[in-house]
Nanobody, 119 residues
Framework: QVQLVESGGGLVQPGGSLRLSCAAS????????MGWYRQAPGKQRELVAI???????TYVDSVKGRFTISRDNAKNTVDLQMNSLKPEDTAVYYC?????????????WGQGTQVTVSS
């Protein structure tokens, strides 16, 4: 069982920056693909960024060039650096850990951290 704890959310003005961090415990961190998702009020949860066990990254188009996902396997953490924030980035951000074993996908979620972009 993997436990994930997010931190770093808050209120920021448009154009500002925030860095989210997710600390993992209870599993072999390096064997999990890690992702950040977000859910805005009234909308479905969407993938923001993912980083594979090998370090490859993928971003949703709306954050490309502004957000950077990174992982530190020694510290069991995954971060999301968010720059040039826009009001439409306002959402609860969730950390996810996923691993495929055979035909089963095991994934785990953090409790979420609120990011509000507003002047």
């Amino acid at each position: 069982q993997v436990q994930l704890v997010e931190s770093g959310g808050g209120l920021v003005q448009p154009g500002g920056s925030l860095r989210l961090s997710c600390a993992a415990s209870g599993g072999i961190f390096s064997l999990y693909a890690m992702g950040w998702y977000r859910q805005a009020p009234g909308k479905q949860r969407e993938l923001v960024a993912i980083i594979t066990t090998g370090g490859s990254t993928t971003y949703v188009d709306s954050v490309k060039g502004r957000f950077t996902i990174s992982r530190d396997n020694a510290k069991n953490t995954v971060d999301l650096q968010m720059n040039s924030l826009k009001p439409e980035d306002t959402a609860v951000y969730y950390c996810n850990a996923a691993q495929t074993r055979g035909f089963t996908v095991y994934d785990y979620w953090g409790q979420g951290t609120q990011v509000t972009v507003s002047s």
